[in-house]
């Protein structure tokens, strides 16, 4: 049961940062801030020939606009699961607009040899006012964490090689790049399974979402401190970026922060 509150979304503060990183010659991710909808996002996009950075730009637009499109509270029915039965009506419409995302990447890398194989990950978080919750979705390994007086929570579970068993073990002589594989990504089949949660919220709670360029740069430790000392969402994000290219910026590295003061 989510705790009622009289706090407001409209007061939520959030921002976003992308920077290539110090090894890639192009980002190919992308980040979504849309107050107006109460939507936010991070997309990490995976393709040769710069497909990578198509399928998540347009993950992030069909994210956008299924929102738009959906703000009377319908959608078609092929964006529907069985898994959203148990969803509150915030994580109904946050599960169908990920399906719907997942339908334009892989209609669009069917239709164009260039792009033939390109997807993403995604992260996506919604707002909801009544009740005050996050409901959050998410497939790939890209991350949400909650940060609550102090103590960091990831909200996700990476869809990787180290958190399936089976691929787990038969992967564990190979190289790490290999492990940390992702097992799920948007556009890459015609349909996509996804993970979907909702958890409240409470004023002076901080939302991150993050591409693995941030997380596998920085520690929990290392990020919890950013997100606790740094005022601004704004200025944390910015922080979170420059931590992690200092420690190396392996990869395009994208941040979202919203915060809701306490």
């Known amino acids: 049961m989510l705790a009622s509150t009289a706090f407001s979304p409209g007061k939520l503060v959030a ?5 290539p990183g110090r090894r890639r010659k192009h980002n190919e991710d992308a980040f979504l801030v849309r107050p107006d909808l109460g939507l936010y996002a991070v997309a990490d996009g ?14 992030l637009e069909t994210l956008a606009q299924f929102f738009e499109e959906s703000r009377a509270g319908s959608w078609p029915d092929s964006y529907r699961a069985l898994l959203d039965l148990m969803l509150a009506p915030g994580g109904k419409r946050l599960s169908a607009a990920i399906r719907a ?3 334009a990447v892989h209609a669009r890398a069917n239709r164009l040899d260039e792009h033939q194989g390109m997807g993403t990950t995604l992260v996506a978080a919604h707002l909801t006012e009544a009740p005050l919750a996050w409901h959050v979705g998410h497939v790939g390994d890209s991350r949400a964490y909650r940060l609550r007086r102090g103590t960091l ?7 990787s090689v180290d958190n399936e068993p089976l691929l787990a073990a038969r992967a564990a002589d190979g190289p790490s790049s290999r492990r940390s594989a992702i097992t799920r990504a948007i ?8 993970d979907m949660r909702t958890i409240e919220v409470a004023p002076g709670d901080v939302l991150l979402l993050c591409s693995d360029g941030l997380h596998r740069m920085l520690s929990d430790e290392g990020i919890a401190a950013v997100l606790a000392a740094v005022p601004g969402p704004r200025e944390a994000a910015a922080e979170l ?3 992690a290219n200092e420690a190396g910026g392996l990869d395009n590295v994208t941040a979202v922060v919203a915060v ?3």
């Open 187 to 194: 556009g890459i089949a015609e349909s996509v399974e996804l």
């Open 153 to 159: 929570t990831a909200l996700t579970r990476d869809h």
């Open 260 to 262: 809701l003061p306490g």
């Open 15 to 19: 921002a976003g940062a992308t920077d």
């Open 241 to 243: 970026l420059r931590r």
């Open 46 to 59: 995976v393709g040769g020939h710069r497909a990578g950075e198509v399928a998540s730009a347009l993950a």
């Open 101 to 103: 995302a997942n339908h």
